[in-house]
């Protein structure tokens, strides 16, 4: 067993790889000068060419064209990503408007009573309505930042569970990530508002005073 000192540590996403002068290996390894790969720069226009003399050379073991293999990389990664994608973007839609919809139907439930005692004083349905559809647009505002900062941090923490030996999967999140899921929830909250409206004017008067307490 020998001991190699590690001058640096470098973050990659995939494998893991360690990197040596390679005069520094040949003599760590005690073997002589020889080379077992090459990366080559090359002119695009002659890669077809070169690719078939390659492979035609009978001491070529293989031979990898990086932007290739990058591209079939990220179109099998787009295809599966895509579909992923696709459902949880529409589950995350479904469970949005639920839940702002139902946090509204709960919030007139529980105040009909006193909207109804409004409109029987002289409220007009709208005046008795900006009071619901108030409470509602407050607290989208106020949730639309933190359910931001809850999103970062629970992506945060799912990152974490797939950092691996094999792989490390980078946190990136666009802007336009918090701008669709904040779109979504501002016209949840639009359409959940509109439906308020609505039971408010439909709303019967008589009965809802009569109910008990």
């Known amino acids: 067993m020998r001991d190699v000192v590690v001058s640096a540590i470098i973050k990659e996403y995939g494998g893991v790889n360690a990197y040596m002068n390679r005069r520094a290996l040949q003599r760590f390894l005690q073997e002589s000068e020889r080379i077992s790969g090459a990366f080559l720069q090359i002119?695009?226009?002659?890669?077809?060419?070169?690719?078939?003399?390659?492979?035609?050379?009978?001491?070529?073991?293989?031979?990898?064209?990086?932007?290739?293999?990058?591209?079939?990389?990220?179109?099998?990664?787009?295809?599966n990503m895509l579909m992923m994608r696709t459902f949880n973007i529409l589950f995350s839609i479904v469970i949005a408007c639920g839940v702002?919809?139902?946090?509204?139907?709960?919030?007139?439930?529980?105040?009909?009573?006193?909207?109804?005692?409004?409109r029987v004083i002289g409220f007009t349905r709208g005046e008795v309505g900006q009071i619901v559809i108030g409470e509602l647009a407050i607290l989208t505002l106020a949730?639309?930042?933190?359910?931001?900062?809850?999103?970062?941090?629970?992506?945060?923490?799912?990152?974490?569970?797939?950092?691996?030996?094999?792989?490390?999967?980078?946190?990136?999140?666009?802007?336009s990530t918090y701008v669709f899921a904040s779109i979504v929830v501002i016209l949840a909250a639009a359409a959940s508002a509109l439906i308020v409206q609505r039971r408010i004017r439909d709303l019967d008067l008589i009965a809802v005073l009569k109910t008990r307490e």
Do not use: W
């Open 43 to 79: 002119d695009q226009n002659a890669e077809s060419q070169l690719y078939r003399q390659l492979k035609a050379t009978p001491r070529v073991g293989s031979v990898i064209i990086k932007h290739a293999m990058v591209e079939n990389f990220e179109r099998t990664i787009a295809e």
């Open 100 to 118: 702002v919809y139902n946090g509204a139907r709960i919030s007139l439930a529980e105040q009909s009573r006193e909207l109804a005692t409004l």
């Open 143 to 175: 949730a639309v930042p933190l359910g931001c900062l809850l999103g970062y941090g629970l992506a945060a923490l799912f990152v974490m569970g797939l950092d691996t030996e094999i792989y490390r999967i980078p946190l990136v999140i666009e802007r």
